[in-house]
C-alpha cells in the first residue's frame, strides 16, 4: 500500500504543476483561445413590404413587384435586423428599367430620439431595357445600425410600369 502510494506522488505533483502552468506546448506551437468570427446575414426585403408615401399614389403592389399606375410615387419599407447592432456591408436592389428615367434607391438611417433621418447612401438605375438589373450599394456613409437607430429603404419610381418602371425588391447584407 505504501509504493501505491509513494507512486503517485510524482503524478499528483505533475498534474498540479500543469493545472497551475499550463500545458507544455508541442514544438514552440501556443494554445491560444479562438477569436469570434462575425456572423453575416442576408434579410430580403421584398416588393410587398413597401408602402407608399402618399395615400394618393395610385399603384400595385404584388409578391414580385411594386409599380405606380399613373405618375411617380414614393416607398419606403423598414429592415428588422436579427442582432441588436449590425454593420451593413451592402444593399442589392432588384428592379427593371426600360424607360428615360431613373429609379432612384437609397438606404436610410433614422434617429427618433435626436428627430434625424440620415441618407447613409443611395443608387440610380439606367434605362436599358425591359430585363433585370441587379444594382449594388456598398458605399455607405455610415455602416453601424443599432437598436437607437431604425434603417429603412426607400424606392422613388418616376413613372408607371407601362413606361418601363418596376422594382421587384431588396437585399441586405450584413454582419454582427
Known amino acids: 500500500m505504501a509504493s501505491v502510494r509513494n507512486a503517485a506522488r510524482p503524478l499528483v505533483a505533475a498534474l498540479l504543476a500543469v493545472a497551475m502552468i499550463g500545458p507544455l ?3 514552440g506551437a ?3 483561445a479562438a477569436e469570434p468570427r462575425a456572423t453575416t446575414r ?3 426585403i421584398p416588393a410587398s ?3 407608399p408615401m402618399s395615400d394618393i399614389i395610385p399603384y400595385s403592389r404584388g409578391v414580385g413587384c411594386l409599380e405606380t399606375r399613373s405618375g411617380s410615387g414614393a416607398f419606403l419599407a423598414p429592415v428588422f435586423f436579427e442582432a441588436p447592432v449590425v454593420s451593413i456591408r451592402k444593399v442589392v436592389f432588384y428592379v427593371i428599367d426600360a424607360g428615360p428615367g431613373s429609379i432612384q434607391m437609397e438606404l436610410i438611417r433614422t434617429q427618433p430620439a435626436e428627430q434625424k433621418t440620415i441618407s447613409l447612401g443611395s443608387v ?3 434605362g ?3 430585363s433585370m438589373q441587379v444594382i449594388t450599394l456598398s458605399e455607405l456613409s455610415a455602416r ?4 437607437a437607430y431604425g434603417a429603412t429603404l426607400s424606392v422613388y419610381l418616376p413613372a408607371p410600369s407601362r ?3 418596376l422594382f421587384l425588391g431588396a437585399k441586405v447584407t450584413y454582419s454582427y
Open 163 to 165: 413606361d418601363g418602371y
Open 124 to 126: 440610380l438605375s439606367s
Open 144 to 147: 453601424r445600425v443599432s437598436g
Open 25 to 27: 506546448s508541442w514544438r
Open 30 to 32: 501556443e494554445v491560444t
Open 128 to 130: 436599358s431595357s425591359f
Open 49 to 51: 413590404a413597401f408602402n
Open 42 to 44: 442576408t434579410v430580403t
